[in-house]
Every structure is written in structure tokens, then in C-alpha cells.
């Protein structure tokens, strides 16, 4: 709840008039506790994951040949009522593990120092801020996946995640329950180095989860924005990691691909990517020379 009786106050306090982002905020958050704030990351789950992926599932519905070109494991289709069946189990392990983790993190959120008043961040504060929460997750994340692809761990735990072998948008956050709580750890490492504002706190977990969604369509679209992010994955690198499944000791990485190259768990990716490559290139040179072959027969 902000400390301030009314804007004219929190404009003296801050020493200037409050900017038009401020002014929402402060009519918005003004009666509100901290805890109650904090507490919208449960509904930006639940609607994330519930209209986040519908475009996707519409896709996969209309099986039309200007999308199935980009589907990156095309001989796979998932009907509505499978889709559907991941998405309860899915909002199945929100309603019982990830809200009510929500609901008692929050002493731990306001000991690292994230913060629900006045000012707002600027722009390039969160912008810094959730590079930093990428970077960390990323790097963290990546060591957490190679210990779930372990004997152990994958037979225990990860081989629930990897149940879809060509994954699906509502399947990005499907997964046992002690693989939700493990990978909560990296997730919150970011905020707890760098602390910010809870709004940058919601975009992380805003942001995070649409890309984890994106990973796990199943389609590699070229328009993608996220195709221009330096070191990148996206849906076709992480498919792969699903398509070999519990014996995949490559693709580890949850967002950026840099860990993979430097660590050297990339290498079965790569060969078949050349692999594939050169198949497509002899096809394609097969086909000019039954065509010139062709002509020369005809005359």
C-alpha cells in the first residue's frame, strides 16, 4: 500500500509531478496491500497459459498447408480433446502446487527488496533488470536440466516433462510437481541478486513463461521476433531436445543456446541439422537433374 494520503502528496514526496505511468499506478496500487499486488502473479499464470497458446491450438486444428510447412515435427497431430487433457493437467498442478506457492513466497519477496511503491523504474531499468533475470535463469536452468536428464533424475522425475516427445504450447509447463518446485529456484534467483519493482517482477514472469510457451509450440515460424535475440533457441532447437527424449544429452538450454555450444551439448543438434541440410540439398540438385534429363529426353 503506498505511504501517500493523496497524489499531491506523492508528488511532493518524490519532489516532482508524477508521470502518466505513475499516476495509473498510483490509482490502481494506492489501497492496495503488497501482498495482495504480489498476488496477481497467480492470475497472470492462469490467463497466460489459458490464451497464450489458443493461436496455437487453432493451428493445430486447421492442419492448413501455409502453417503445416513450419511444423517442425509434421507426421505428429494432437486432437482437441489431447490438448485439452494437457491443459487441465496443467492448470491441475497451478491450482494445487504453483498457487499456493505463490501465496506463501511472499515473505521471501519482500526480503530481497522487491518493492510495490512509488517511483516507477525506467524503461531501460527494466530492461537491464530482466536481461539480468534471463541470464541468470538461463545459466542456472541449464545445470538443473542436466541433472534431471541423469538416470535418476529423468526416471524419477523428468520423464513426466517429456511425455510429449513433440511438444505442444499447453505443455510447456507440464511436469511433475518436484520438477515445478526445482525450477522455481532459478526462476527467482534473478530478482533476488538484482530486486526491482513488482512490475518488473510480473514481466519476468509475464515474459518467462510466453517464452516457454513459444519453445514448446511445436512450430517454427520465420517471422518470429524472437528470431532476432542473439544466441536464441526457440521451438526447433528445444523440439529436438524433446524428439530424442530421455536419452537427449543436447539442448539443455531453457532460453539462450550459448551454455549448449560452450559445454558441448550441442553437438548431436548440430550434425543432424548439417545432416538434414545436405539431404535437402542433394533432393533439391536430384530434382533440377530429372528435370534437365527430362527436357532432354522430350526433344
Request: proline letters at 5%.
Amino acid at each position: 500500500m503506498l505511504p501517500y494520503a493523496s497524489m499531491e502528496e506523492a508528488a511532493s514526496a518524490l519532489g516532482r509531478n508524477l508521470t502518466m505511468a505513475e499516476t495509473l499506478w498510483y490509482k490502481y496500487s494506492a489501497d492496495k496491500s503488497d501482498y495482495f499486488l504480489y498476488c496477481h502473479n497467480i492470475l497472470f499464470l492462469f490467463v497466460i497459459f489459458s490464451v497464450v497458446p489458443l493461436p496455437m491450438v487453432f493451428i493445430e486444428l486447421m492442419r492448413s498447408n501455409n502453417f503445416d510447412q513450419y511444423k517442425i515435427q509434421p507426421k505428429v497431430r494432437m486432437s482437441l480433446s489431447d490438448m485439452f487433457r494437457c491443459y487441465k493437467d496443467v492448470m491441475g498442478m497451478f491450482f494445487f502446487i504453483v498457487g499456493p506457492l505463490q501465496l506463501v513466497s511472499y515473505p521471501s519477496i519482500k526480503m530481497i527488496g522487491i518493492r510495490a511503491g512509488l517511483p516507477l523504474p525506467s524503461g531501460w531499468e527494466i530492461f537491464l533488470q530482466l536481461l539480468v533475470y534471463f541470464l541468470v535463469e538461463d545459466y542456472t536452468n541449464y545445470w538443473i536440466h542436466r541433472f534431471l536428464h541423469n538416470k535418476w533424475g529423468y526416471e524419477k522425475i523428468h520423464r513426466v516433462h517429456h511425455e510429449y516427445s513433440a511438444p505442444i504450447a499447453f505443455a510447456a509447463p507440464y511436469a511433475h510437481w518436484a520438477e515445478i518446485l526445482i525450477l522455481g529456484i532459478p526462476s527467482f534467483l534473478g530478482p533476488a541478486i538484482v530486486p526491482g519493482h513488482i512490475i518488473t517482477f510480473w514481466l519476468w514472469i509475464a515474459l518467462r513463461q510466453i517464452e516457454a510457451i513459444e519453445t514448446h509450440s511445436g512450430y517454427d515460424f520465420p517471422w518470429m521476433p524472437t528470431k532476432y535475440i542473439p544466441f536464441y533457441g526457440g521451438a526447433e532447437y528445444h523440439d529436438y531436445h524433446h524428439y530424442v527424449g530421455g536419452q537427449s544429452q543436447s539442448n539443455f538450454a531453457s532460453v539462450f543456446t550459448y551454455c549448449d555450444y560452450v559445454y558441448g551439448t550441442d553437438k548431436g543438434y548440430r550434425y543432424q541439422k548439417k545432416f538434414l541440410s545436405k539431404m535437402k540439398e542433394e533432393s533439391r540438385s536430384g530434382e533440377q537433374n530429372g528435370g534437365f534429363y527430362q527436357d532432354l529426353k522430350s526433344e
